[in-house]
């Protein structure tokens, strides 16, 4: 869940502003040798293929920080985030697949690093792979699972989180509901927010926000993860010698990586990819069968669709895109309420002739369900456009009015779940509206710039 940190080494390399400011970068990466001595490893594909883990460390996080930020407890010597990062061969592309940490494994044959013990074969949550063998099995029960040839690898702490964030001075999500997490101390009303390090902390680790679990967090991982790449490509970060130098210090602090990804490989990365944007990210999470596949000795686990899997897989050997093509649209204001779930009545509250079936039309282009047959109502005198509601569909209201700019909200007890809408003379036009659950194709995944904030 701190995955954010190691990401954003490659994508604060995309200035590929010289071999001068990153000079002793390399000497501050801790190196581990995580492919030595594999054997039968999957093929090679087009592309680059990163491992990045995040590990459940907290011994520099002040005790002050502990409480406040609800960050008590062991860590557990295991991988808590598990992303695979495919950059693409012509560097204009960059997809994210999560695996989640409770994944039904079967880890390799191997020796155990701590007690020098042979294992077999065996099952296990994929997070316990690094707890056994550390990034080498780590690497070889992936590459098994996914038949996906790693290529690098990167590993953070998430003790220089909080850091980072605050380095690129903070980073901005939006909430079309409230968030709040007890066990994170998370309270996010609804609106845009720009997280300082310890309130972005504890936004990528909530998982008690609603039944989504880890799931849900993966995808607030991810659009934290979007957010974060707009911030760096759109803040200055990249075109400021000083700060860039300062952020990279603030993140290569905690990484580990594998020898061959040094700084001469950043660099020729970063040069590749000097026009990456938000739209040049994808995000998605391996496609699930059962989250509560139970294994014997090891309790619940999350089980994969082996075939959907299998597929996404295929993509990024075969480096072809996850997200599904979409048409280039202007921006949208994030809803509670989808607009195809809410049922619109049109009145022409005027005397202008055809209102009522220009509101009918442009509300229906955006999604909305309307009857598309308008109706005269308000005595032709309205001047302000307002929305009659039942309170008990006050969500569905409310996404309403953000499509009709300046609209009144006036309850009506009893009315039921169809919106009532009466157009009046100041009626200009409409405004685009979207969940801030986009349509993610059969993979589920989206780019960055459908889940960072309008």
Not at 81 to 96: G, K, N, P, Q, Y
Not at 168 to 193: F, I
Request: with cysteine; charged share 25%; hydrophobic share 35%.
């Amino acid at each position: 869940m701190r995955i954010v940190t190691s990401l954003s080494v490659l994508v604060l390399g995309v200035g590929g502003i010289g071999h001068a400011l990153v000079t002793g970068l390399d000497t501050e990466i801790d190196r581990v040798d995580p492919f030595r001595d594999m054997k039968n490893r999957p093929e090679g594909g087009r592309g680059t293929n990163i491992l990045v883990v995040g590990t459940d460390g907290r011994d520099k996080i002040t005790p002050e920080e502990k409480k406040k930020y609800r960050l008590g407890g062991a860590p557990c010597n295991c991988t808590d985030t598990i992303m695979l990062v495919h950059i693409a061969e012509d560097r204009d592309r960059a997809s994210v697949v999560s695996l989640p940490r409770d994944s039904y494994a079967e880890i390799p044959e191997h020796t155990d690093s701590t007690t020098g013990k042979h294992h077999k074969p065996h099952p296990v949550k994929l997070n316990a792979a690094y707890a056994e063998g550390g990034p080498g099995l780590t690497v070889r029960t992936v590459e098994h699972m996914t038949k996906v040839k790693i290529d690098h690898y990167l590993e953070v702490d998430f003790t220089s989180f909080m850091k980072t964030v605050d380095v690129v001075g903070g980073v901005e999500v939006c909430t079309a509901r409230p968030m709040k997490d007890t066990y994170t101390g998370l309270d996010l009303p609804v609106g845009t927010h720009k997280l300082s390090g310890g309130q972005a902390l504890q936004y990528v680790r909530s998982r008690h926000i609603d039944g989504a679990a880890d799931l849900g967090r993966m995808q607030r991982q991810q659009r934290f993860l979007a957010a974060l790449v707009d911030r760096a490509t759109s803040g200055g970060v990249l075109l400021n010698p000083v700060k860039f130098r300062k952020v990279t210090s603030t993140m290569l602090g905690s990484v580990r990586a594998d020898r061959q990804f040094g700084t001469r490989q950043m660099l020729a990365l970063g040069r590749a990819m000097r026009g990456f944007t938000p739209s040049s990210s994808e995000f998605t999470s391996v496609p699930v069968g059962d989250v509560g596949f139970p294994v014997k000795g090891i309790g619940s686990t999350v089980k994969w669709d082996d075939a959907r899997a299998q597929r996404l897989f295929g993509l990024l050997r075969e480096d072809r895109p996850l997200a599904p093509h979409r048409p280039k649209r202007a921006k949208a204001t994030v809803v509670d309420v989808d607009p195809k779930q809410i049922k619109v009545q049109v009145y022409n509250g005027t005397h202008l002739a055809g209102l009522g079936e220009k509101v009918d039309k442009a509300l229906n282009g955006l999604g909305f369900d309307t009857t598309r047959a308008p109706l005269n109502g308000g005595g032709g005198e309205v001047g302000r456009t307002y929305v009659t509601y039942d309170p008990r569909w006050d969500r569905s209201a409310k996404s309403l009015q953000a499509a009709l700019p300046g609209a009144e909200l006036r309850p009506v007890k009893g009315q039921g779940p169809t919106m009532k809408v009466t157009a009046g003379t100041d009626f200009k036009g409409v405004t685009p509206v979207q969940t801030q659950e986009p349509h993610r194709g059969e993979f589920g995944a989206v780019t960055g710039d459908q889940v960072v904030c309008p």
